[in-house]
């Protein structure tokens, strides 16, 4: 079962717009974290946003916040006042607790493309 | 290092011949992770490490990949005779042990082509 889903493969925005790039999640762990990595075109992984299951409130970094729905088990990232800079490859992903060395497990990724 | 650092960057190899990544992880990090991305979508997990010992080795193709940390040398991963499938970008990563706040850096991966 995929334990981490991103169901938007592109996305499109126009700059200076706000924009939420959804990821939902399945996980039996009670102690789990959520992240979000950007991968631009040249390749590396950028470290975004990191989303606690016992954090009360939702991550913001920037112009990066994390809307942290738990019952939902949605982790949905929203970029602010888009640039195009932010046009990359986003990867939502989880890390839990109990698994064998909290290994990261990756959704398949949302292309987002930011138009001027 | 502040960085997790990976080496080389590119390297191009013919079928059958071996394939030999490195990486060195944050400094106090405890944790080594092995990635293969192929075509920019799905990362699939190949082996993780706690200091010199596996820790978790269920995504790894054991008849061709094998992987060490060994105590004050940078981590490896090899591949015996590769094959054209094997052409990905291999990243590694570290971490201190999963809790509260303990992220996950990525090295900028090395690129290997299998021609």
């Known amino acids: 079962a995929q334990k981490i889903t991103q169901t938007q493969p592109g996305m499109f925005v126009q700059e200076k717009e706000a924009v939420t790039l959804d990821c939902t999640y399945d996980?039996?762990?009670?102690?789990?974290?959520l992240f979000w990595y950007k991968q631009p075109s040249s390749g590396e992984m950028i470290f975004l946003i990191y989303?606690?299951?016992?954090?009360?409130q939702n991550a913001t970094e920037g112009r990066y916040s994390l809307n942290f729905q738990k019952a939902r088990k949605s982790a949905n990232l929203v970029i602010s006042a888009s640039q195009l800079g932010d046009s990359a490859m986003y990867f939502c992903?989880?890390?839990?607790?109990?698994?064998?060395?909290?290994?990261?497990?990756f959704g398949q990724g949302t292309e987002l493309s930011v138009k001027p | 290092g502040e960085e997790v650092a990976q080496t080389p960057k590119h390297l191009v190899r013919g079928e059958g011949q071996k394939a030999k990544l490195y990486c060195a992880p944050i400094k106090g990090h405890s944790y080594v992770f092995w990635y293969q991305q192929v075509l920019k979508n799905e990362f699939k997990f190949l082996i993780s490490?706690?200091?010199?010992?596996?820790?978790?080795e269920t995504g790894m193709p054991k008849e061709r990949f094998s992987a060490k940390c060994l105590p004050n040398s940078p981590c490896s991963l090899e591949i015996q005779a590769t094959k054209l499938e094997d052409s990905a970008v291999y990243f590694c990563a570290s971490s201190q042990p999963p809790g509260a706040g303990n992220t996950i850096y990525f090295g900028e991966g090395s690129w290997l082509t299998v021609v």
């Open positions: 996980t039996s762990d009670p102690s789990y974290g």
């Open positions: 989303q606690g299951s016992y954090d009360q």
């Open positions: 490490f706690q200091n010199e010992n596996v820790f978790d």
């Open positions: 992903a989880m890390r839990e607790r109990s698994n064998q060395g909290g290994k990261l497990i």
